[in-house]
């Protein structure tokens, strides 16, 4: 049987040492932070949202390899690629990103899928307020996580800076769109022609500025 544990202070004294307890933390920091109306910065690589990141003149990084959907043990990442073609051109290789999904219902934000990706275009961001009430709107689309357009940038689908290759791309000789880029027509999602001048997208150079190697 278990010996009984020793009562080593006066019956009296207890509710006071209990009280001695209280008293001391009252004296203690806070630990308390006022979020939602007071934000802390979170510590820089902190794990948060994910990002599709772009190159610097608005093409996209993804190639729709699918290996940051192969790597994740909570099996919350859905890719679909696709070929690029010269009237349809969203990245600067040879397959891009069709379809991407992440479902923050299921992922844990562990960081395997950033570090399984080959061309750094998924990373994460510091942004950690993804709570909803519905299990749909969890579910982000490629559209919510392509990262915005920075000066100098083109949204896709748009040609690739004329006289570079893929390899210029990943060599940071691509600094920016080349003048006179346009955004191309995406015939795959029905988009219609905004700009008055659509004969952008064909296999000419939208400048014949030739990047220097
Ligand atoms: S952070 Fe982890 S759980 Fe979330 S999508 Fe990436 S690999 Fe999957
Ligand atoms: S995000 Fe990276 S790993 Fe995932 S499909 Fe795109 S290129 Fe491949």
């Not at 000066?151 to 210029?168: K, L, N, R, W």
């Not at 791309?169 to 988009?191: C, D, F, I, M």
Request: glycine fraction near 8%.
């Amino acid at each position: 049987m278990a010996e009984e544990p020793k009562d080593t202070k006066p019956g009296f004294q207890n509710p006071v040492a209990g009280f001695g307890v209280t008293f001391k933390a009252m004296f203690k920091k806070r630990l308390t932070e006022q979020y939602p109306e007071q934000q802390k910065t979170t510590a820089p690589r902190f794990h948060g949202r994910h990002q599709l990141n772009r190159h610097p003149d608005g093409l996209e990084k993804c190639v729709g390899c699918e290996l940051c959907a192969w790597a994740c043990p909570a099996d919350a990442i859905y890719v679909e690629g696709a070929d690029n073609t010269d009237e349809e051109r969203y990245s600067p290789g040879e397959r891009y990103g069709r379809v991407y999904q992440i479902n923050y219902a299921r992922c844990i934000l562990c960081g395997l899928c950033i570090e399984a990706c080959p061309t750094r275009a998924l990373t994460m961001t510091n942004e950690f307020e993804l709570a909803d009430s519905s299990r749909a709107n969890l579910i982000y689309t490629k559209e919510q996580l392509l990262a915005g357009l920075e000066e100098g940038m083109v949204d896709t689908p748009h040609a690739i800076y004329p006289g570079t290759d893929e390899q210029d791309y990943y060599r940071g000789l691509v600094t920016e769109a080349a003048p006179g880029t346009e955004r191309q027509v995406a015939h795959s999602k029905g988009e219609v022609v905004q700009e008055a001048d659509s004969t952008f997208g064909g296999t000419e150079p939208a400048s014949e500025k030739v990047i220097g190697r």
